[in-house]
């Protein structure tokens, strides 16, 4: 269980700093072409998103790869849980539908790893 634990941790990590990561390097009119809830944010709004993804990512792997407050992966898995969480209200709000999918999977997935880092298999 330890391992298949491990590999959720790895992909959610890596599929929310890249995100992130694009959301804090892009500006708002490249992210338009290909995201249209940006145009309800404000630039400084989206960066912040971005932010709180890639700290997120981050926080997923880092505490259970160098054993230093393990805690912490299960808690990051939890606030991606809700970035998922607010990113489905968003795209009902704009009637986005097809885009729920993919923010569910991502859930489900940032879901796993916080029950299994604290209840399943906790480090």
Same mark, same amino acid.
């Given at each position: 269980? *330890? =391992?298949?634990? $491990?590999?959720?941790? /790895?992909?959610?990590?890596?599929?929310?700093?890249?995100?992130?990561?694009?959301?804090?390097?892009?500006?708002?009119? +490249?992210?338009? =072409?290909?995201? +249209? $809830?940006?145009? *309800?944010?404000? %630039?400084? =709004?989206? +960066?912040?998103? #971005?932010?709180?993804?890639?700290?997120?990512?981050? #926080?997923?792997?880092?505490?259970?790869?160098? @054993?230093?407050? %393990?805690?912490?992966? %299960?808690?990051?898995?939890? #606030?991606?849980?809700?970035?998922?969480? #607010?990113? /489905?209200?968003?795209? /009902?709000?704009?009637?986005? =539908? %097809?885009?729920?999918?993919? @923010?569910?999977?991502?859930?489900?997935?940032?879901?796993?790893?916080?029950?299994?880092?604290?209840?399943?298999?906790?480090?």
């Amino acid at each position: 269980m *330890d =391992t298949v634990i $491990w590999v959720a941790q /790895i992909l959610v990590g890596l599929l929310f700093l890249a995100a992130g990561f694009m959301k804090l390097t892009q500006p708002k009119a +490249k992210l338009q =072409t290909n995201m +249209k $809830w940006v145009e *309800d944010f404000s %630039p400084n =709004t989206i +960066k912040g998103i #971005g932010a709180l993804e890639l700290l997120g990512g981050v #926080g997923v792997i880092l505490p259970s790869l160098t @054993n230093i407050l %393990p805690v912490l992966s %299960p808690l990051a898995a939890l #606030g991606l849980v809700l970035v998922m969480v #607010g990113a /489905i209200f968003t795209h /009902i709000r704009r009637g986005e =539908t %097809p885009f729920i999918v993919v @923010n569910l999977v991502l859930l489900a997935l940032a879901a796993f790893v916080a029950y299994g880092r604290f209840v399943a298999a906790p480090l």
